[in-house]
């Protein structure tokens, strides 16, 4: 069923794209908000009663509702699976911004593409070159396809029906809303949220960086993996650039001229400078890695019907 489920997902993606930050970002950073906002008295004790209720409990409704649908019915715990896919994972949250700097950067439209940019990353790109700009996407992309697709895939496959899905996607806002407040206020709140979400991200971190290195360039894949990753400052996505850079033999990371302001980034890959076609190359990346991935789903499913 689970392969049958992505399927329908990536089809119906296609078909009818989904607004993801109205549908599904915003509500549900609504929801941490509000959770936080009854419980929040800025011990950890607080922030443990509060992860609970924001991401447990409804991990745990989701789940009742599966397991009451397949019982009868199991092609209603077929739409449910589809549904909440549909919601927490896709490569349309994604796609159409960088698609569309992609774009602009062949056609050398550097307002276009510095706009783009600005767009997606929510805060100004007005002075970045064509090489910063494509660095920066094809950054973004590799991060989020780990965070919108590979790590939603792995833990729905995980646990049974959809609670995975929910599992990642409302752990990942908790941790995003919560840790940017516990910054402002200098409080403990968001401890727990923060550790809980490494331990959840572990696995699918190293799945992803996994299928980069064998979809790619294995061997600069593993290297820049091993070498550069605990350089960068959000160490655990670095494996995932890291090997993301290596497996397309380009440089990414390294500081970024906007303007006059440098911004100080650790290198990461090996290879030429990025440009239009690198972007390219990485969205044949992705889509290997996903391949790769459903066809691991084919025979893991093939070998639970022989045995």
């Keep these: 069923m689970s392969l049958f ?7 119906l993606e296609q078909l009818q794209p989904l607004n993801y930050r109205r549908f599904v970002a915003d509500p549900l950073a609504a929801w941490a908000d509000f959770v936080e906002g009854q419980v929040n008295a800025g011990a950890h004790r607080h922030g443990v009663l509060a992860w609970g209720i924001a991401v447990a409990l409804p991990v745990l409704v989701i789940g009742g509702l599966y397991v009451a649908l ?4 199991p092609l209603f715990g077929f739409i449910l699976n589809v549904l909440v896919l549909y919601l927490t994972m896709g490569f349309r949250q994604f796609s159409h911004h960088y698609t569309e700097i ?3 950067l062949r056609l050398e439209d550097l307002p276009r593409a510095r706009e783009q940019l600005a767009a997606w990353q929510g805060r100004s790109a007005d002075h970045l070159g064509s090489e910063a700009i494509a660095r920066l996407s094809i950054e973004m992309a590799l991060a989020a396809s780990h965070r919108h697709v590979f790590a939603v895939l792995f833990w729905f496959v995980l646990l049974p029906g959809p609670c995975g899905a929910v599992l990642y996607r409302l752990a990942h806002i908790v941790y995003e809303r919560w840790s940017r407040r516990e910054i402002a206020e200098g409080n403990n709140f968001a401890t727990f949220s923060q550790r809980i979400f490494g331990m959840i991200d572990w696995l699918p971190l190293r799945a ?3 299928a ?7 061997e600069d894949a593993v290297y820049c993996w091993r070498n550069q990753a605990a350089a960068w400052p959000d ?3 670095g494996i995932v650039l890291a090997a993301g850079a290596g497996a ?4 990414l990371g390294s500081p970024i001229v906007d303007g006059s302001e440098v911004t100080d980034r650790a290198a990461l890959g090996v290879g030429d400078p990025p440009d239009a076609d690198f972007m390219q190359s990485a969205v044949g990346l992705v889509w290997r890695a996903t391949v790769l991935w459903m066809l691991l789903l084919f025979l893991l499913g093939l070998a639970s019907l022989v045995g």
């Design 248 to 251: 397309l033999g380009v440089e």
């Design 70 to 73: 397949c019982a009868l019915n």
């Design 212 to 218: 980069f290195a064998i979809v790619g360039d294995f």
């Design 208 to 210: 992803t960086a996994s």
């Design 235 to 237: 160490r655990d996505l």
């Design 5 to 11: 489920s992505l399927i329908a997902v990536f089809l």
């Design 102 to 104: 992609q774009l602009a």
